[in-house]
T-cell receptor, first 115, second 114 residues
């Protein structure tokens, strides 16, 4: 069992540049989530997919953010025209929705530093 | 509003002692709760979960207690070890407009003293 995989693990970028993060969920998990976490805070929900459909987006997700899951497997999160306030850890998680539960498993996160 | 919070931001215990980490939640309609452990620089790691139709669930060295009357959740760690040092989050799994969403509290930092 390989778990949720994210890359790159760390990214330093200049303000105004675009960045893209990739997430590979646990095999056969039909739900994929993106969360953002800043220092000292709990993760905050950004968006989630069920298979390839993006079902919900948080108000935290400005129009500079876009997420895709084109084939219902891996997902990408792109941030355009990065700002210093985008510096955070971006967490991907996945789950297999079933009648008795929906345990969500997280990856190790992708750290973004905007300078 | 929808929020999950923790009573204490930090907790220090002696190695070998038992630890109790508390959590309050506000949404009485939530039916599923999860405890996560997060070590520095890593993603949250699932520890144990509990459904609202239960009041206690045990794992290996961990026990979660749920008191729906006062909307309180606790995580008990028996015989704490240095490797238990981490930030612990409780998360409330809510169904909002057909979507399952985890709402996290701020976390409690557990420090194990030798």
């Amino acid at each position: 069992d390989t778990g949720v995989s994210q890359n790159p693990r760390h990214k330093i970028t200049k303000r105004g540049q675009n960045v893209t993060f990739r997430c590979d969920p646990i095999s056969e998990h039909n739900r994929l989530y993106w969360y953002r976490q800043t220092l000292g805070q709990g993760p905050e929900f950004l968006t989630y997919f069920q298979n390839e459909a993006q079902l919900e987006k948080s108000r935290l997700l400005s129009d500079r953010f876009s997420a895709e899951r084109p084939k219902g497997s891996f997902s990408t999160l792109e941030i355009q025209r990065t700002e210093q306030g985008d510096s955070a850890m971006y967490l991907c998680a996945s789950s297999l929705l079933w009648l008795s539960g929906n345990t969500i498993y997280f990856g190790e996160g992708s750290w973004l530093t905007v300078v | 509003g929808e929020s999950v919070g923790l009573h204490l931001p930090t907790l220090s215990v002696q190695e070998g002692d038992n630890s109790i980490i508390n959590c309050a939640y506000s949404n009485s309609a939530s039916d599923y709760f999860i405890w996560y452990k997060q070590e520095s620089g890593k993603g949250p790691q699932f520890i144990i979960d509990i459904r609202s139709n239960m009041d206690k669930r045990q794992g290996q060295r961990v026990t979660v207690l749920l008191n729906k009357t006062v909307k309180h959740l606790s995580l008990q760690i028996a015989a704490t070890q240095p490797g238990d040092s981490a930030v612990y989050f409780c998360a409330e799994n809510m169904l909002i407009q057909g979507a399952q969403k985890l709402v996290f509290g701020q976390g409690t930092r557990l420090t194990i003293n030798p």
